[in-house]
């Protein structure tokens, strides 16, 4: 579960770009955020992931209150978070194949079962004939679906992608969403932030709108 | 148990990866590291070596007590039992004047002008051998034995040995203060390096950091490669020492040999080796303790960062 109530983020700038945010998403829910560009969805991504601090409100993510987490806390929180990062952060040192395995070296499993997994979620999004590439050969949809594997391996009980869908294709666009709702039907809370409304177009998902850092809808 | 372990293994290979993935910066340094520490290494193996040999060559040590001249047969009698029941004394021999001369007297070149004088010049003496030959006992006993109304003069016949071994202890002072001026050198170097590791890895970090790095997970393996390539310099700086002693052992044992003395040099004992090994191994470590603790701060989401903005 997710929760904001009162949520304001003011940037060191002086730039509010969260106004007095509320919503709760029950477990299991798939979401969508919109809004136009600089609405704030980031933003409100990056609260969820304690990776910006809300200026004032409180946001809760399954039963714990962010703003009593220490650095540790934090990051066995973000361990139940796969994220997609409007930015991708590749490493672009190591191959396919390693980039997904860093979620899973991070939580210390073993190389065997690691290994296991790591090609499962490569053979989800249908990378896995790549996975000794390095990234750098890889197509702009090919990098998006290896970001969704690296967010997907480590089986979060959160999903949280940042327009996981912005330099794709109408198709490929659709591969990822069609990705997004199998790991909803078992069971995984997702959050999609996107300004791209064309790919709502039948769904039946939840819709939270932002506009100028305030929800709409 | 296992994901600690999995979790060292971790930091352990990309550890080592780092020092492969650079392999002329990790040789340099690991040869920089290695030539510092060979410089107090080998001055200590030397003086070690020079005490052995000076232990070997002066023997135990005794004290001579030459008597005033006009001490009588009474008290010579009162000074010996004085010394038999002396606790630091093991045993002592009586050397009368007359028996010193005949002594002398058994020199080539000295019986003639022996015979020349009126009078036997010579003092009654005492040859003393000490139970404890440790400096400080031998000091106070001489001062002890000077203050004896018999006493004309105290002498030690190993004074030259005393001398060295205080020259020896200066020396080991001077060489661990050289290896302790160069461990800071050992420390800024594993900074610097780790510093730079963690600048062009910056993303990396970043990135285990937002998917749910700890803190401990991210130092690791820097802590590794610190404590790693700082070992391997002590092992330099061993190896290093024990070339060069083996250059110079060869010339001296044949040299030594002509003097009929036994002098070979040892390298460090395991004891001191160990010491090298692990105290290079320790600075590396807080080098590159020190550098985490600088540089990771720079990494850090602004979730920690903001903090004081926030309240
Ligand atoms: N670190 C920052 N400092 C100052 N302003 C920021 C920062 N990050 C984002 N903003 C501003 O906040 C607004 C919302 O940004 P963002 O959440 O990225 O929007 P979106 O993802 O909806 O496009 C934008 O106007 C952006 O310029
Ligand atoms: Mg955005």
């Known amino acids: ?217 | 148990m296992s994901i600690w372990f999995s979790h060292h293994w971790h930091a352990l290979v990309s550890a080592l990866r780092k020092l492969t993935d650079a392999p002329i910066t990790s040789l340099l340094n690991i040869v920089v590291i290695g030539v510092a520490f060979s410089l107090p290494t080998g001055a200590y193996i030397l003086l070690e070596n020079l005490q052995v040999f000076s232990g070997q060559v002066s023997g135990a040590p005794q004290l001579n007590l030459f008597l005033a001249l006009d001490t009588d047969k009474n008290k010579i009698a009162e000074l010996e039992s004085r010394l038999t029941q002396h606790p630091q004394i093991a045993s002592f021999q009586f050397i009368p004047k007359n028996v010193a001369l005949q002594q002398l007297k058994k020199r080539d070149g000295l019986a003639d002008i022996i015979d020349d004088l009126a009078q036997n010049p010579l003092p009654d003496a005492f040859i003393i051998n000490v139970k404890d030959a440790a400096p400080e006992s031998l000091e106070s006993l001489h001062t002890e034995i000077q203050k004896w109304p018999e006493a004309g003069y105290v002498q030690f016949n190993s004074a030259w040995t005393r001398r060295l071994d205080a020259l020896l202890k200066l020396g080991k002072l001077a060489a661990l203060t050289l290896a302790f001026l160069l461990g800071f050198a050992l420390v800024a170097i594993t900074f610097n390096t780790v510093r730079l590791q963690i600048l062009t890895r910056r993303d990396e970090i970043e990135i285990s950091k937002l998917i749910g790095a700890t803190n401990d997970f991210v130092r690791r393996p820097f802590l590794y490669f610190g404590t790693i390539q700082a070992a391997i310099g002590g092992i330099t700086a061993w190896l290093i020492t024990a070339f060069i002693l083996h250059l110079i052992s060869n010339e001296l044992t044949s040299l030594a040999k002509l003097y009929t003395v036994d002098l070979r040099l040892h390298h460090l004992s395991s004891e001191d080796s160990a010491i090298l090994l692990l105290s290079s191994a320790c600075l590396g470590w807080f080098g590159a303790w020190l550098s985490v603790a600088n540089c990771l701060w720079k990494t850090e989401s602004r979730w920690f960062k903001d903090t004081k903005y926030t309240h």
Do not use: W
């Open chain 1, 1 to 217: 579960m997710i929760s904001f109530s009162g949520v304001y983020k003011r940037y060191l700038s002086g730039f509010e770009a969260l106004k007095n945010i509320n919503f709760t998403i029950e477990p299991a829910e798939m979401v969508f955020i919109t809004g136009h560009s600089g609405a704030g969805k980031s933003t409100l991504l990056k609260l969820i992931a304690a990776i910006e601090r809300p200026t004032t409100g409180s946001i809760v993510i399954n039963g714990q209150n962010l703003a009593a987490l220490n650095s540790n806390e934090i990051s066995f929180l973000r361990r139940n978070l796969g994220l997609v990062f409007q930015d991708q952060k590749i490493l672009f040192d190591r191959t396919v194949f390693d980039n997904v395995l860093l979620p899973l070296q991070i939580n210390g499993f073993d190389f065997k079962t690691a290994t296991e997994r790591v090609y499962a979620a490569l053979d989800k999004v249908g990378l896995l004939k790549n996975a000794k590439s390095r990234p750098i050969t890889l197509s702009g949809s090919e990098r998006q679906r290896l970001c969704v594997a690296r967010a997907v391996v480590g089986r979060p009980s959160i999903l949280i992608a940042d327009e996981p869908t912005a330099n794709l294709d109408t198709d490929y666009a659709n591969d990822i969403i069609n990705i997004f709702k199998s790991l909803h039907q078992v069971g995984i809370t997702v959050l999609i932030a996107t300004h791209n409304t064309g790919l709502l177009g039948n769904a039946q998902q939840r819709i939270l709108a932002l506009s100028h850092g305030e929800l709409t809808l």
